[in-house]
Nanobody, 122 residues
């Protein structure tokens, strides 16, 4: 099986920073796009940022110039550096990846992590 494990969430004051990490493990042949989504209480899950295997990135307008997504392909890991955090960034953050698995044969899977809570509050 394949799983994504997030870490790095927590409580931070407005204006502060956090770095989220998400590592993929299991019978992985390759990983295409990786990304971060978030879901605030009572709201739908929304895109935060994505990064392709080649390093092309895409951001939600609400986080541009504050958040940076990056990945380490050899470690099957994606990161989200969050700066200048605002109370409205409070949400559960989910990692997502498009993974080709070998179990046996090749299959394309969309995999989600379990989520990590980010709370921005004074």
């Amino acid at each position: 099986q394949v799983q994504l494990v997030e870490s790095g969430g927590g409580l931070v004051q407005p204006g502060g920073s956090l770095r989220l990490s998400c590592a993929a493990s299991g019978s992985i042949f390759s990983i295409d796009a990786m990304g971060w989504y978030r879901q605030a209480l009572g709201k739908q899950r929304e895109l935060v940022a994505t990064v392709t295997v080649g390093g092309s990135t895409n951001y939600a307008d609400s986080v541009k110039d504050r958040f940076t997504i990056s990945r380490h392909n050899a470690k099957n890991t994606v990161y989200l550096q969050m700066n200048s955090l605002k109370p409205e960034d409070t949400a559960v953050y989910y990692c997502n990846a498009a993974i080709v698995v070998v179990s046996p044969g090749y299959r394309n899977l969309e995999v989600w992590g379990q989520g990590t809570l980010v709370t921005v509050s004074s």
